[in-house]
């Protein structure tokens, strides 16, 4: 079963319906033992980091997140969802994270106009399956204040906005997408594509 | 490098679009979703619905298309009109909207931009303006479709409409709307310089050059249009080419 996190936040039905145009058909949950027991598991996420986290603490479901995390399936956290992998936030004060990428959520620099809203296009810095379909530059639709400041290890690719702002991190099985690729046209239909190939190959080799 | 949007804007009435029929080519289409998407495929960037259905009655009806968007299209739209409550905003972004317009409720009570943007982000709120021109160098904010002066000034309004968290501002110019003359260059200068959200530039396109001086003189991050574009007079792709010509960046 694939599993998107239900935590009582952010507009997941465009998120289910471009999945499922990405061959990957979900359920909508916040079962504990669904989420475990999933095959692959996404975390969307509009909003504060703070309610986010708590959210999902009230309901168990950061520890059912992480077992998850630890059968090597895959994990992808979008917006939100993403920056909720990292250890540490500062969004409204200073929130630990799922702790499944080193790296802190810090705010974006003052003399940018905040959010970054818009479409930015995206500079690739490591080849990885996720990305077969994508070339430099293209563009994707970004909505967020802050931004994951790390070693940039997990960093596939990134885009500029005062910063270098990672835009596709990956540690092994943790995939994050900092912007929507359910709202990025075509581009963003064609990353989810390969994710879905992604993830039927773990599951037709597993 | 963030580029400039380019935002068409329709008007919908009972679920239907409004001046949909002017399409030469795809005749009687009215369905917002089918509009939508031929948009988004022409490379709008994103798309403002406006819904204008007068009766409170018919209004749950008639916003039932953004459901119907939202399935249909994979970029990011607004959904404005007659927005009063902040279960209006729940019920728009339940519905798949990205982001929700206010206007004149939030004049009436401006701590419904903070309540939204607290319980959904900024980037969810944004601000319409209705602004007119009352002497020079200044305007004042308008309701009711642009016939109360609201003794408000348009500077002080966006100042604080976006310190009470609104993520964005759409600035109408109710001298400019449908002269085709151009925008308000002058009203959007002193927007885009003193506030720290994008500002979207709305009323008076009507030639290419018109969206060219908006993005490069007075610096918006979008330009919303209705007319041009559904009256075929400016295609969304020929728009681009121009600007892009011009040293503006844009998503081709």
Redesign the interface.
């Known amino acids: 079963m694939n599993v998107i996190v239900d935590y009582g936040l952010g507009n997941i039905n465009s998120v289910q319906t471009a999945l499922k145009k990405a061959g990957i058909d979900t359920v909508i949950t916040d079962d504990k033992k669904k989420i475990e027991n999933a095959e692959f598991v996404l975390l969307p996420g509009v909003g504060a980091f703070r309610d986010a986290i708590g959210l999902l603490k009230e309901k168990g479901l950061d520890i059912a997140i992480k077992k998850f995390a630890d059968t090597g399936k895959p994990l992808v956290g979008i917006c939100l969802g993403m920056q909720l992998l990292y250890e540490k936030s500062y969004e409204y004060g200073e929130y630990d994270g799922l702790g499944l990428i080193p790296g802190e959520i810090v705010k974006l620099e003052k003399e940018k106009k905040i959010p970054h809203m818009g479409w930015n296009n995206l500079k690739i810095k490591k080849d990885d399956e996720l990305l077969k379909y994508l070339k430099q530059d293209m563009y994707v639709y970004f909505v967020h204040s802050y931004y994951a400041k790390s070693s940039n290890d997990e960093m596939l690719a990134y885009t500029e906005y005062g910063e270098i702002i990672p835009a596709i991190v990956r540690k092994g099985n943790v995939i994050g997408f900092q912007f929507h690729p359910e709202k990025s046209g075509q581009v963003g239909a064609n990353l989810l594509k390969a994710l879905g190939e992604m993830i039927n190959d773990y599951i037709s080799s597993n | 490098?963030?580029?400039k949007?380019i935002i068409p804007c329709l008007d919908v009435r009972n679920g239907r679009v409004v001046k949909g029929k002017k399409f030469d080519d795809i005749i009687d289409v009215e369905d917002p979703e089918i509009l939508g998407k031929y948009y988004?495929d022409m490379g709008a960037?994103e798309l403002v619905f406006y819904d204008i259905t007068a009766s409170n009655e018919k209004r749950g009806i008639s916003l039932e298309f953004v459901e119907k968007v939202?399935?249909k299209i994979?970029?990011?739209f607004c959904v404005g009109g007659g927005v009063k409550t902040i279960d209006d905003f729940v019920e728009i972004?339940?519905k798949?909207?990205?982001k929700v317009s206010v206007n004149s409720a939030a004049v009436k009570n401006p701590d419904l931009i903070k309540e939204a943007s607290e319980?959904?982000?900024?980037?969810?709120v944004v601000l319409s303006i209705d602004a007119k021109k009352v002497d020079d160098n200044k305007w004042h904010v308008f309701v009711n479709g642009g016939r109360t002066d609201t003794g408000l000034d348009v500077i002080e309004w966006a100042n604080k409409g976006t310190a009470l968290g609104a993520?964005?501002i759409v600035v109408n110019s109710i001298d400019e709307d449908g002269m085709k003359k151009g925008y308000d260059i002058e009203l959007l200068k002193q927007i885009t310089d003193i506030v720290?959200?994008?500002v979207i530039a709305s009323g008076g396109a009507g030639e290419m050059k018109h969206f060219y001086d908006a993005l490069k003189s007075a610096d918006v991050?979008?330009v919303l249009a209705a007319s041009v574009f559904h009256y075929k007079e400016i295609s969304i792709k020929e728009l681009k080419d121009y600007l892009k010509k011009k040293g503006i960046e844009v998503?081709i």
Do not use: W
Not at chain 2, 119 to 124: H, L, P, W, Y
């Open positions: 490098m963030l580029t949007r988004s960037d939202a399935k994979n970029i990011p972004l339940r798949g909207a990205d319980k959904f982000g900024n980037q969810c993520g964005e720290n959200v994008p991050d979008g998503r």
